[in-house]
């Protein structure tokens, strides 16, 4: 069940992720429609730089989010 539960939250965020981006570039092409294989296309794109990150970043995974933290306390305290 722990399993089920992860790996639908994990398709949701990559979802929302990809459609994030994918309003983006299409506010900035000014495209009205966009069609199934480039919502694919940018869902996937999407999941592989989000696991590379966590590949890349998990060896010093505190420091990192230490300093990530830092970061937002000085740009939100202001």
Same mark, same amino acid.
């Given at each position: 069940m722990i399993v089920v539960g992860k790996l639908s939250v994990n398709c949701l965020n990559a979802y929302g992720g990809s459609m994030t981006l994918l309003t983006t570039v299409s506010a900035f092409t000014r495209a009205?429609? =966009?069609?199934?294989?480039?919502?694919?296309?940018?869902? =996937?794109?999407?999941l592989l730089v989000s696991v590379l990150i966590a590949i890349f970043a998990s060896a010093n995974f505190l420091d990192n989010f230490k300093n990530f933290v830092l970061v937002l306390l000085m740009v939100f305290t202001p």
């Open positions: 009205a429609k =966009i069609g199934p294989a480039a919502r694919s296309a940018y869902t =996937i794109v999407f």
